[in-house]
């Protein structure tokens, strides 16, 4: 069997209501992209703790509808724009989608990934290339996090490079809970991952079950109510770590440097290069921080509360000590 996909351009406040209007007028299923994706105009949406976007679209979008090949795209594209009230409907191109195993060709995407000196993170349908490295089963899924973007990249090597055996970790918006997963595989003690989104605790779960990681997981009204929850302070967290994006980022300043204990580490990833130094003012009154490390144009920054300067950035040229990348 085989499908077409229809691709119609159009304006962030009709993409949500067009995509609705799709689905009712007979599209087996329809997402909506980034038009102006690799590009400088490219923007991140996201939904991550305390932002939530009011809407899943971009100022510049494209709606992309799969539909059965032998059904009437002009027609069903026709009766979705009459829905939403558009005087006409909007220009569009289709392609066609051969059958495939989908199964097959979505794995043979997911090789295993180094990072750092000694992490793997291995697809469950692949072997581990070293069966004596920090080796982590995580299946790309719903949730953010499988080590391929750099700013988990990031954070994930300064949790190599900085084990705290026996000492307790909090990784806010926890994705997939990869993070909190190299924290427990490196020997610390008390690991708490907490995210927004209800699928991310539920994959987060499953992930560090599967990894033999005991891990507690919240979403934050949960996560505020427990034990893990009233740490503040001295009673803070030894390292607290957060890949989030920038703007959330810096409203949780006050937030997550209040999380972290005494003498305790704020790593924080998901800013680009050019927002360091704003990200940074924003945790200024409470903690120094400075960029650890940069990589793709994305930085992580950390800081260690009470100290009275930021640390000292790492060079470039030592974020790959054994020439991967």
Not at 34 to 54: C, I, N, S
Not at 68 to 76: G, L, Y
Not at 238 to 255: C, E, F, G, H, Y
Request: aromatic share 6%; proline share 6%.
């Amino acid at each position: 069997m085989s499908w077409t996909e229809v691709i119609i351009e159009i304006a962030r406040e009709h993409a949500e209501g067009l995509s609705d209007a799709l689905m009712e007028a007979g599209a087996l299923s329809v997402s909506v992209e980034d038009a102006d994706e690799g590009t400088d105009a490219e923007k991140p949406l996201f939904g991550e703790p305390g932002m939530v976007p009011e809407e899943a679209a971009w100022d510049h979008s494209r709606v992309v509808a799969l539909t059965d090949e032998d059904a009437d795209q002009a027609a069903i594209v026709a009766e979705a724009a009459a829905a939403i009230g558009l005087a006409q409907p909007p220009a569009f191109t289709t392609r066609a989608v051969a059958d495939a195993d989908w199964v097959r060709l979505t794995q043979s995407q997911f090789e295993p990934i180094h990072i750092g000196k000694n992490i793997w993170v291995v697809p469950s349908w692949h072997e581990a290339p070293d069966p004596d490295a920090l080796i982590l089963e995580v299946d790309p899924g719903l949730a953010f996090g499988t080590g391929s973007h750099p700013t988990t990249r990031l954070c994930m090597e300064w949790l190599e490079a900085h084990p705290a055996p026996g000492k307790s970790v909090l990784d806010y918006g926890c994705g997939s809970g990869i993070l909190a997963m190299v924290a427990k595989k490196l020997g610390a003690a008390d690991v708490t991952g907490v995210d927004i989104d209800e699928q991310a605790i539920e994959s987060a779960r499953l992930n560090a079950e599967r990894n033999r990681c005991e891990i507690d997981f919240y979403v934050p009204d949960d996560f505020s109510a427990s034990k893990h929850g009233k740490k503040t302070g001295k009673s803070g967290f030894d390292i607290v770590v957060a890949n989030i994006l920038s703007s959330p980022l810096k409203l949780m300043a006050p937030m997550l440097s209040g999380r972290v204990a005494d003498g305790g580490s704020l790593i924080l990833s998901g800013v680009l290069a050019r927002q360091a130094e704003e990200v940074a003012a924003a945790y200024a009154p409470f903690i120094k921080l400075g960029v650890w490390a940069e990589l793709d144009g994305w930085v992580a920054l950390h800081g260690q509360l009470g100290a009275a300067s930021a640390p000292e950035p790492r060079r470039l040229t030592e974020l790959r000590a054994d020439g991967s990348k």
